[in-house]
């Protein structure tokens, strides 16, 4: 089989972004990307997840039938995350979660730079429910909806860049973690913008998979 990158909104593009930033960061697996066609457009904040959870969670399902080698949830919200690997007969991360426990891992403290100021509670809780709030320092939102990452990446990843600064100089951080699957399109002019290490959570999803089948 493959592993399945599930994209929990309905935008297409957003899915063959995620693919494709896999496949160059994991070239030794077989990815796929599937669209949540009943998700809402984009997921920022509770009400998103919620619409964006029970299509999800077919999907789920249907890839576990389907014999799928992996599950990536292609949300930074890590939608449904827990529920998700409860069901599946496979492994299942999160963009989150892997982005997360890598920076653990590597005795990082980070700062995550998200989209809007609507998704930080939830990243915020995700991070203190996952035992790592003590390698957090800040969870900062650029207002950058997220739709705009696909439209218009040049002028979005002006102000994600000018977090991800301000995230180094106030911050006392050792790595800027990208706080949403639509920033493959910004990660490579943030990790020229910092010093610190840029988490992109597609490439850190990826390769942790591959660590862990």
């Given amino acids: 089989m493959a592993v399945i990158i599930i994209n929990p909104n309905s935008t297409a593009a957003m899915t063959t972004a995620m693919l494709e930033q ?6 030794e697996i077989q990815f796929e990307g599937w669209t949540s066609e009943n998700g809402p457009p984009s997921i920022q904040g ?7 959870t029970k299509p999800l969670l077919e999907l789920i399902d249907h890839a576990s039938t389907a014999q799928a080698d992996g599950i990536i949830i292609g949300c930074f ?15 299942v991360i999160g963009l989150g979660q892997a982005s997360y426990h890598y920076a653990a891992l590597r005795n990082w403290r980070f700062s995550v730079v998200t ?3 609507v998704s930080v509670p939830i990243l915020e809780d995700n991070i203190t429910r996952q035992g790592l709030g003590s390698f957090v320092s800040k969870v ?3 207002d950058v909806p997220v739709l705009a990452l696909d439209a218009d990446p040049k002028a979005a990843s002006q102000s994600i860049v000018a977090e991800a600064q301000r995230a180094e100089a106030e911050d006392a951080i050792s790595a800027v973690v990208l706080g949403c699957a639509g920033m493959v399109h910004v990660a490579e002019e943030v990790a020229r913008s910092v010093t610190v290490a ?10 942790c998979m591959a660590w862990i089948m």
Avoid at 22 to 27: D, G, I, L, T
Avoid at 46 to 52: C, H, P, T, Y
Avoid at 77 to 91: F, G, I, Y
Avoid at 198 to 207: G, K, M, S
Wanted: net charge negative; with cysteine.
């Fill in 46 to 52: 509770e009400e998103d997840g919620k619409a964006a």
């Fill in 140 to 142: 900062r939102a650029s």
């Fill in 77 to 91: 919200d890590d939608t449904a995350l827990t529920d998700a690997a409860r069901r599946a007969a496979c492994p």
């Fill in 198 to 207: 840029t988490i992109d959570p597609v490439v850190c999803a990826a390769r």
């Fill in 115 to 117: 989209t809007l100021a």
């Fill in 22 to 27: 896999a496949q160059r960061a994991a070239p």
